[in-house]
């Protein structure tokens, strides 16, 4: 099966949250934040009001509580508006 977003719609996987910090110290999990990133996997069409303005393959943030989260062969992702992607990480 495979998720296909309509309108301003955008599937994304998240990246894992960082668990440990830079000088080794390991975060607990009611410590940690919601990750904020992700990978854009699919996209909608767009509409004429709103337009898409990611690919797939993009490294996003979104906004922190946005999105439904949704299940698919056992893998997580989430269906964000394109509206609640805030940057696009460019390396």
Same mark, same amino acid.
């Given at each position: 099966?495979?998720i296909?977003?309509l309108?301003?719609?955008? @599937?994304v #996987?998240q990246?894992?949250?960082?668990t440990k910090?830079?000088?080794? @110290? ?5 410590a ?5 990133q992700?990978?854009? &996997?699919?996209v909608?069409?767009?509409t &004429?009001? !709103?337009k898409?303005t990611? #690919?797939a393959g /993009?490294k996003?943030?979104? /906004?922190k509580?946005?999105?439904t989260?949704v299940?698919? %062969?056992g893998? &997580?992702? @989430?269906? @964000?508006? %394109?509206? !609640?992607?805030?940057?696009?990480i460019?390396?």
């Amino acid at each position: 099966m495979k998720i296909r977003p309509l309108a301003d719609r955008v @599937l994304v #996987k998240q990246v894992a949250a960082e668990t440990k910090t830079a000088g080794g @110290l390991i975060i607990p999990d009611t410590a940690q934040e919601k990750t904020q990133q992700a990978v854009v &996997e699919a996209v909608g069409p767009g509409t &004429e009001k !709103d337009k898409i303005t990611v #690919k797939a393959g /993009d490294k996003v943030l979104y /906004d922190k509580y946005s999105g439904t989260t949704v299940k698919m %062969n056992g893998e &997580e992702y @989430l269906i @964000l508006k %394109n509206s !609640d992607i805030i940057a696009v990480i460019e390396d």
